[in-house]
Structures are given as structure tokens and as C-alpha cells.
């Protein structure tokens, strides 16, 4: 398969992991024989410090006309710790999904057994979980209408959701349950808030063609508190905008780490696939950052394009570094790995996977990974 893959590094550790995650993606197409082309394009601080604008027309260009994106972080300290900038990174962002019609965001959260001790939840609590987080990602109270009065005393940021907006991205959350535990849980609040009715009479209806689900509901306060007491009872939760934002990153102690955490973010045309994790700028350039979810993001790239057992690979490969203590310090505090040397780890497994064994010495000396 050819693919053309627009390559947004980004800012802070971004462009760190994104360098990991080609390295995974080109080892998967020579094994594979498919040709994947890598093109990049600024984002983000770095693409204010460049050009003065954090989505550059040229970026937006070049990964409308690519087939996938692959997106690192977004952020820095210097634009977050001045509340009067008007111009951030992260509207960059926000315009991207805007401008590719990425409607959907998914998370997969998941466990893996030699890390449940690493959780700040208890091991009984998180064995066995296994779900995934549909979040809508272009309407709601983040793109609505914000206006702050001019003795600057009251401000007003307004939610607004249409049916059509929910149904798209209900259809998809509850394909999903039709291949997993057939079991979809709406994350609202339908007691208070109008646009959540919608939500939940909406998301109603479509569920007239999934018979095979189960749908129920949870308040996203309850929700909350439910994502740490007992995570093993969701399936595919499925949210509005500023609610899966919160509700996916909560998850994310589940695992043991954010750095473990992928995503991808869909529309009808385009896809993007970048880990949930923020861009860490106190670790730029230490080689310290994890990889893992950008290349767990660039396993359900290979998913989006049917290419199920290279992804499932990819998923093996990063199952066999975490069993071998192959990880960086925030998974392996005494005998950590760089980032650079968990990518070269990893694409040594996907090329000849039946190696599996750690060679140190020659990990330490930056040559074959595995003998």
C-alpha cells in the first residue's frame, strides 16, 4: 500500500516521539513491502515562531491533500503563562479538526499486567480493563461563541450541539461496541444542561439501529468517579466535546502512565492519529519522554487502512518492550531507556520479530537492539 503521511512534530517533546514513530512505520513497510512517504510541515509555538500563526496555510494544505497525519504535541510554557496572548498554539490545533472535519476523537485505554502496580489505582480495581472513549470533537462549548464584557467583570463561553453533529459520531461509537462487548455508555449531563437532552434523545434514537448494544447512561460527574472505582465496567463510552477531554485524560492513570495513551481523530475525508499526552516542554530534548502512545497512535493508523495485522504487530512489539523492562524512566525508574533507544527497540522487534531477546550491551551502544 502507498500512503502519503503529513508529519506535524510540533512543539516541546513532539518532534522526540515523532521521530520514534516513523522509525516504527518505515520497519513496518519494508516488512511489508508498502511505500510510505513522510512529509513535514510546522505547528503550533513552533510555527508562531516562524510564520506568526500557530495552523500555517501550507500545513492545512498539505494534510488535506495527504492521505493520514501524524501529530506530535502542541504547547509552551511561554504562551500558557501569559493570559493575554491572542494568538496560541493551541488554536492551531483547534482550527486543525476544524479545517479536516476531524468530528471524532478515539482513546483506547487498556491494560497491560506487568504494569498494574505502576497505577496509583488499585491493582484489583484496573486488572482487565479495556475500553475506549468516543469523544465528539468539533462542536460544543470549546468552538461555540465566547464574548467577555468590556469592564472585563463577566465573560461567557456558549455550548451548542445539532442532531446531525451527535449522530455522526454516535454511529461510530456504537460500530465500535458491535465489535467489542456491545455495551455504550452515554457520558452526560442531562439533568442541568439542555444541549446534553439532546444528546441523550438523540443518541436514543440511533440506538434503534444497534439493537445488539446495550445503551446506558451515566452523569459525567458519576462517570468521573466510576473511571477510578471500577474501570473494567466500561466498553465504549461515548461524550461530548469538553467532557471527553476531561474523562479520557483521567483515564489515562489507569495504565500507569499518559505516555502510554494513543488517539485518533476522524472525519468522512481525513484521519489523525497523535498521543493524548501534552508536549512536556521540561523534558525537550533530555530523551526521557515516552513514545509509546505516538506509536500506539501510528498502530491505529495502519488500523484506519485495514492494515490490521501490521497494527497488530506494532501493539506486540510495544507488549514484548514493556515484559523486557525496555521503557523510559517513567515506567522503568532504575534502569530506564532513552526515547530514541525504545524506538530502535521496537523497530528491531517489527523487523524480525521472532528476535525477542535484549541484548544491553549493544542497546546501550546504540546498535542491534536485539539479538
Request: hydrophobic content about 40%.
Amino acid at each position: 500500500m502507498k500512503l502519503h503521511i503529513a508529519v506535524l512534530p510540533g512543539d516541546g517533546i513532539g518532534p522526540e516521539i515523532t521521530q520514534q514513530s516513523i522509525k516504527v512505520l518505515k520497519a513496518v513497510a519494508d516488512r511489508f513491502d508498502h511505500d510510505f512517504y513522510f512529509e513535514n510541515a510546522v505547528v503550533g509555538a513552533a510555527a508562531i515562531d516562524s510564520v506568526g500563526d500557530p495552523l500555517p496555510e501550507a500545513t492545512l494544505d498539505l494534510c488535506k491533500k495527504s492521505d493520514a497525519v501524524l501529530f506530535g504535541a502542541i504547547g509552551h510554557p511561554k504562551f500558557d503563562n501569559n493570559p493575554d496572548a491572542k494568538v496560541r498554539p493551541e488554536q492551531g490545533l483547534l482550527r486543525l479538526r476544524k479545517g479536516l472535519g476531524l468530528f471524532a476523537n478515539i482513546r483506547p485505554v487498556n491494560t497491560y499486567e506487568k504494569l498494574l502496580d505502576q497505577s496509583p489505582l488499585k491493582r484489583e480495581r484496573i486488572a482487565g480493563a479495556d475500553l475506549v472513549i468516543y469523544r465528539e470533537l468539533t462542536g460544543g462549548i470549546y468552538f461555540g461563541e465566547k464574548s467577555t464584557a468590556e469592564d472585563g467583570k463577566s465573560a461567557t463561553d456558549t455550548c451548542t450541539y445539532s442532531v446531525e453533529e451527535i449522530e455522526r459520531v454516535a454511529h461510530l461509537a456504537f460500530k465500535a461496541a458491535q465489535q467489542r462487548r456491545k455495551k455504550l455508555t452515554l457520558v452526560d449531563k442531562a439533568n442541568v444542561l439542555e444541549t446534553s437532552r439532546l444528546w441523550r434523545k438523540t443518541v436514543k434514537e440511533v440506538a434503534q439501529a444497534y439493537k445488539d448494544v446495550e445503551l446506558d447512561f451515566l452523569f459525567v460527574d458519576n462517570a468521573a468517579m466510576q473511571m477510578i472505582l471500577n474501570p473494567t465496567q466500561f466498553d465504549v463510552i461515548l461524550t461530548e466535546n469538553m467532557f471527553g477531554d476531561i474523562i479520557s485524560d483521567e483515564a489515562s492513570v489507569i495504565g500507569g502512565s499518559i505516555g502510554l495513551l494513543a488517539s485518533a481523530s476522524v472525519g468522512e475525508v481525513s484521519a489523525m492519529f497523535e498521543p493524548i499526552h501534552g508536549s512536556y516542554p521540561q523534558a525537550t530534548g533530555k530523551g526521557i519522554a515516552n513514545p509509546v502512545a505516538s506509536i500506539l497512535s501510528a498502530a491505529m493508523l495502519l488500523d484506519h487502512f485495514s492494515l490490521n495485522k501490521e497494527a497488530d504487530i506494532v501493539r506486540r512489539a510495544v507488549e514484548i518492550s514493556i515484559q523486557m523492562n525496555v521503557c523510559t524512566q517513567d515506567l522503568n525508574k532504575d534502569n530506564h531507556y532513552s526515547t530514541s533507544k525504545v524506538g530502535d527497540f521496537l523497530e528491531g522487534v517489527i523487523s524480525d520479530p521472532d528476535n525477542s531477546k535484549i541484548n544491553n550491551e549493544n542497546l546501550n551502544f546504540g546498535q542491534m537492539t536485539i539479538i
